[in-house]
């Protein structure tokens, strides 16, 4: 079938069509859930067992903030087969995919329909004991068995083949790494903190820094990533959690996708500021989330190195001292990206709700400032960075001059 | 046509039939001059015009030092894919592609047999006056306009899939990287140095700048590299200079190409211990040859940094310092590939003729002692250098410890 945007009703015949989803005869319901500003979302339902699956279908356009571009429908394809190197690894972190159509550009995959998205329960003030142990193993597992490390020279040169992905890496090129740091119309930050963006966009050191991580970013095939981990392609109950929309799917640095947990965990932190009026109880909130980014990187570093020690198949990873200098270097690089999410999420065109459902413009843009200053003291000090204590603590000490600052203005 | 190896007669019939190499008629000869290990090469000429070109097809397997393996007819693509883009740079340094027959693995091309092999005419210690600027031309307009600074991000990236070489890139990792380090079947070298050897299997410090030195190899896609960028991939005369043999073409770091032409100076350095008796030729040939090593990286990165500042496409490209930071950062990358590519040659499977020359066993274990001992310095002193005068010090500096060493024995 050639490609054409599915009705809700058309989504509802093809997955019967499916075999071995639905009975025969079954009685589904379809609902369009998406934003429609990329993709098609159906939430396609039996109400008699109850049973559901999403049909995803990509649009040929991309609409963000009123603006509209064409959008390779590739990206259909680098997400499901992203989803389903992923599920082969972690299959209780990851939605399966039941089948895939390349022509139509569409998923059907196992809906998750009962978690919430992780963003949305922070800003709920939930608390996910359970998150770092999560997050941490399919970090750990999706990095590791795609990486040199994990998998056979010619296995992975294949998939470095299949995930080149050039559409969606130049957004991130441009979006994440180009212009947040100069003055770009895409950029789309709250007027009250000009002063402090345009401070930005003119220190050197910072963009020099920026440069070299996009330069990395461009360049380290290091292993496939999600490109897109922020809490918002999280979905959690207290007790699961799903990995969801890999379109981003490419070959690059370890750091990047761990940093961007660790951002946006961090730019909750930030929105606290205004999205909890009690001091007390965002004190403690915030000592959650910081013990959260040094379980995530904790978790993450004892799975992955554990499996470097017993999985590695590359004939040099034993090599004494290789993988302590790895690490060292991995933990740099995620400060470094992390800062750079947080960043680009402040000043650049695609905000997120921890930040901008601060009602109140002058507080918002307290907790903005607040952001950007951890962003650049994350990217500039990154080399000093040897634990994850040393990035919390970091935080902290940004924390505690900006409240400082804010008592004697 | 479906694949098979060409006689010599089929070679000429298969020419003959190419539009605009010769005329319809002409009168031409054959001759086979390849060594037959990995590929045949057909030297097929037109006595009446002096007319000739060259047919390169590629077998399917590799003979190397009695064994046999097969391999990819896909590198002929790469070969004559990447001589063309080579070619688009710097047409008068690589020979041009007349035609290029994918079922047959075989390529048409400029004869460039009025030159000769480079490693040939520097072990008859001729000078080649204009070589540092032609190899450091070819060098930085190949790698700058393949790389991320002087391509399109999307042309870089198809670049990337189209030149993915699991099976070559595999030799390079075992054979360069891998198997001389440790006591592998596929090493080769001279038994009166086997002690010196031992102590390199034993050398953790280096064991580990090795290892890193192989994942960058293996992750970091930065330009399209010639790939194996030895003397004997270079024919030169008085004043021309073509770069051949690109099969080994592939995205990595860029020091990987340089770190091999200096390599391979320094090889035949070392090797004048037992090429040139004369102690005064011998010591007035290696200033030559460092002063080459100087000039090779000062052209090099003269135009390399001139294309930057022109041509560069990469918007953050011109962050201040970025350049500076890139070509302190690739100096050091070039003198760590020059290392490991030194020591291969002594330890590894394929040796070079600037020391399997040197009929005294003895005087030629000297040689190989003296190469180890530069090759290892370059590896574990890389972090060190800055400019080319620091890897030539280097080289003097352990060149006058070897022979005080020998005086004092």
């Given at each position: 079938m050639a490609y054409r945007a599915l009705t809700e009703q058309e989504a509802v015949q093809y997955v019967k069509e499916l075999p071995g989803l639905f009975s025969e005869g079954a009685d589904l319901s379809s609902r369009e859930i998406g934003d429609g500003n990329l993709n098609l979302v159906f939430d396609i339902r039996e109400e008699a067992t109850g049973k559901s699956v999403i049909v995803k279908q990509a649009l040929p356009y991309a609409r963000v903030v009123g603006e509209s571009w064409p959008l390779t429908l590739d990206r259909a394809r680098i997400e499901s087969e992203a989803l389903q190197i992923?599920?082969?690894?972690?299959?209780?972190?990851?939605?399966?995919?039941?089948?895939?159509?390349?022509?139509?550009?569409?998923?059907?995959?196992?809906?998750?329909?009962?978690?919430?998205?992780?963003?949305?329960?922070?800003?709920?003030?939930?608390?996910?004991?359970?998150?770092?142990?999560?997050?941490?193993?399919?970090?750990?597992?999706?990095?590791?068995?795609?990486?040199?490390?994990?998998?056979?020279?010619?296995?992975?040169?294949?998939?470095?083949?299949?995930?080149?992905?050039?559409?969606?890496?130049?957004?991130?090129?441009?979006?994440?790494?180009?212009?947040?740091?100069?003055?770009?119309?895409?950029?789309?930050?709250?007027?009250?903190?000009?002063?402090?963006?345009?401070?930005?966009?003119?220190?050197?050191?910072?963009?020099?820094?920026?440069?070299?991580?996009?330069?990395?970013?461009?360049?380290?095939?290091?292993?496939?990533?999600?490109?897109?981990?922020?809490?918002?392609?999280?979905?959690?109950?207290?007790?699961?959690?799903?990995?969801?929309?890999?379109?981003?799917?490419?070959?690059?640095?370890?750091?990047?996708?761990?940093?961007?947990?660790?951002?946006?965990?961090?730019?909750?932190?930030?929105?606290?500021?205004?999205?909890q009026a009690d001091p007390g109880e965002r004190e403690s909130y915030r000592e959650y989330l910081l013990e959260t980014v040094e379980d995530v990187w904790n978790e993450f570093v004892s799975q992955f190195v554990q499996l470097w020690h017993k999985q590695a198949k590359e004939r040099s990873a034993h090599v004494e001292g290789l993988w302590e200098s790895y690490v060292n270097r991995l933990i740099q690089d995620t400060a470094g990206y992390a800062g750079c999410k947080i960043l680009r999420r402040v000043i650049g065109l695609a905000g997120v709700a921890d930040l901008n459902e601060i009602a109140d413009e002058q507080t918002r843009a307290e907790a903005e400032r607040l952001a950007l200053a951890i962003g650049e003291a994350l990217i500039l000090q990154r080399t000093k960075i040897g634990e994850s204590t040393d990035i919390t603590d970091l935080v902290r000490s940004v924390t505690a001059k900006f409240y400082q600052e804010a008592a004697t203005v």
């Amino acid at each position: 079938m050639a490609y054409r945007a599915l009705t809700e009703q058309e989504a509802v015949q093809y997955v019967k069509e499916l075999p071995g989803l639905f009975s025969e005869g079954a009685d589904l319901s379809s609902r369009e859930i998406g934003d429609g500003n990329l993709n098609l979302v159906f939430d396609i339902r039996e109400e008699a067992t109850g049973k559901s699956v999403i049909v995803k279908q990509a649009l040929p356009y991309a609409r963000v903030v009123g603006e509209s571009w064409p959008l390779t429908l590739d990206r259909a394809r680098i997400e499901s087969e992203a989803l389903q190197i992923q599920y082969k690894r972690v299959p209780e972190l990851v939605p399966q995919v039941y089948h895939f159509d390349q022509e139509l550009a569409l998923t059907v995959m196992e809906n998750v329909g009962d978690h919430i998205i992780m963003r949305k329960g922070l800003i709920e003030g939930n608390r996910y004991p359970l998150f770092a142990k999560q997050i941490g193993k399919f970090l750990a597992h999706t990095l590791f068995y795609t990486s040199d490390l994990g998998s056979h020279p010619y296995e992975k040169k294949a998939l470095v083949g299949r995930f080149i992905n050039p559409e969606l890496c130049k957004i991130t090129e441009d979006l994440v790494f180009t212009d947040p740091y100069e003055n770009a119309p895409t950029n789309n930050f709250n007027p009250l903190i000009q002063r402090e963006v345009e401070a930005i966009w003119q220190n050197k050191p910072l963009k020099l820094e920026i440069a070299k991580l996009k330069y990395d970013f461009l360049t380290r095939a290091e292993a496939l990533l999600h490109g897109d981990l922020h809490t918002g392609s999280i979905f959690v109950t207290k007790t699961s959690l799903k990995v969801i929309d890999p379109e981003f799917a490419y070959y690059g640095p370890l750091g990047f996708d761990i940093g961007a947990v660790i951002a946006n965990l961090l730019l909750n932190y930030a929105g606290q500021h205004g999205l909890q009026a009690d001091p007390g109880e965002r004190e403690s909130y915030r000592e959650y989330l910081l013990e959260t980014v040094e379980d995530v990187w904790n978790e993450f570093v004892s799975q992955f190195v554990q499996l470097w020690h017993k999985q590695a198949k590359e004939r040099s990873a034993h090599v004494e001292g290789l993988w302590e200098s790895y690490v060292n270097r991995l933990i740099q690089d995620t400060a470094g990206y992390a800062g750079c999410k947080i960043l680009r999420r402040v000043i650049g065109l695609a905000g997120v709700a921890d930040l901008n459902e601060i009602a109140d413009e002058q507080t918002r843009a307290e907790a903005e400032r607040l952001a950007l200053a951890i962003g650049e003291a994350l990217i500039l000090q990154r080399t000093k960075i040897g634990e994850s204590t040393d990035i919390t603590d970091l935080v902290r000490s940004v924390t505690a001059k900006f409240y400082q600052e804010a008592a004697t203005v």
